[in-house]
């Protein structure tokens, strides 16, 4: 019965999961084309790097409900045709990992190229 119970939750999971990688996917088809590649390839990289975490792990929950976070923003501004993103506040940018630290920095030279070529 334990282990019947522990494959649902698992089930449940991956498609929670699956759904918010969708959603994410969805919503950042009203980027405009440049950003949208950028931000799906990221997107894409992040939930396969996630894909292996276990269940358990803290960092799960944290990990959902940044890009959940990310989604509803995203759609709320899409919506207000206000200007798309936001800065980081100094907290969050203390609370950032080396590696997190790094790969924003990618994400800003990247957006920066988008720029130019745009412009």
Excluded: C
């Amino acid at each position: 019965m334990a282990t019947a119970n522990y494959l649902l939750k698992i089930q449940q999971h991956k498609h929670e999961v699956l759904r918010l990688y969708k959603r994410v996917l969805k919503v950042n088809k009203q980027l405009p084309l440049e950003l949208r590649q950028m931000g799906n390839s990221y997107v894409k990289d992040e939930f396969k790097r996630h894909k292996s975490m276990p269940m358990s792990d803290a960092n799960v929950k944290k990990f959902l409900n940044e890009w959940k976070m990310y989604a509803d923003h995203l759609e709320a501004q899409m919506k207000q045709g206000l200007l798309i993103g936001s800065d980081l506040s100094s907290q969050e940018m203390n609370y950032l990992s080396e590696d997190q630290l790094g790969q924003l920095y990618q994400l800003q030279q990247e957006s920066v190229k988008s720029d130019i070529k745009t412009n």
